[in-house]
């Protein structure tokens, strides 16, 4: 699943003219770590920091698709007006879903 979502960024952001260089923060399904930071990878085509795909794993472990919803809560400060942020979930049989923030 997580290079699916990963693609399913980046074409959303594509189709949006945006460049993932210039999303602010990524809010990730919460399942793993490992899966996060590989969605991050595959996005950004680097190793992502804890400040633009912020994880609630050692908290709250995994929340299913409430986890990126609970990360955006925990993890908006520092965004400024302008600034855009991703939110992206996803579940069983390959669903995947996204929508692209931006901070007013």
Known sequence: VCPAVGEHIVTHLHKN?????????????????????LIAKRVLRRLETD???????????????AGSVIAMHLHHDGMQAGDLGVLSSFGAGYSIGSVILEKR
């Open 17 to 37: 003219h945006i460049e993932p260089s210039n999303v602010k923060r990524f809010w990730l399904h919460q399942a793993n770590l490992t899966m996060n930071e």
């Open 51 to 65: 400040t633009e795909a912020p994880t609630i794993l050692d908290t709250y472990a995994n929340t299913s698709s």
